[in-house]
């Protein structure tokens, strides 16, 4: 029964991707048909039930960052520049929060992430919410500390690296 439960969620993912690919991956919102067929399929579910879902992909073995994507695009599109409420409010942080943790650790992006966490940030401060505004600075650090760490190991002797853009190149001479 398991198997067949995974064999069902790769087939889901590959049919969906197949379809409409996942609008926070390539980092835009969604078109207004993409959206109706989203609901469609998503619709039912209520914005923290959809985030419980993509932390649950983020934390299962195999991880499903794809999928964990999907859930927060849902919420992102559903809130983003319309979110009145504390409760749409902080879903919204939280789906933008969650993003920034699929770019930072499944696609190894971290300016997607830092970005992701600056909406975060610039939401949550407007909105005066302290406590999801100390997970977001916990993520601020965590996401800059990776990245430079990420950076130093590809600076290292040996590893194949890539040539410095000539902006880079006029500042070091």
Known sequence: MKQCLTIFRVLFIMLTAAIF????????TMAAAERQQIDRIFGHLSNDSLIERGYRFLVSTPRYGDS???CN??????LEGRASTADEIGALTKAYI????????QYVDFSEAY???HKARKIAEEAKLDD???HI???LGSTLRNWMEYASYNQRPGLIRRKPSAS??????
């Open 137 to 139: 600075y916990v993520n």
């Open 168 to 173: 880079v190149r006029s500042r070091a001479t």
């Open 115 to 117: 970005r992701y966490l």
């Open 73 to 78: 695009a849902i919420v992102i599109n559903r």
């Open 98 to 105: 969650n993003t920034a943790y699929v770019y930072s650790m």
């Open 132 to 134: 999801i505004l100390a």
């Open 21 to 28: 690919s996942t609008p926070a991956a390539r980092g835009t």
């Open 68 to 70: 964990a994507m999907w």
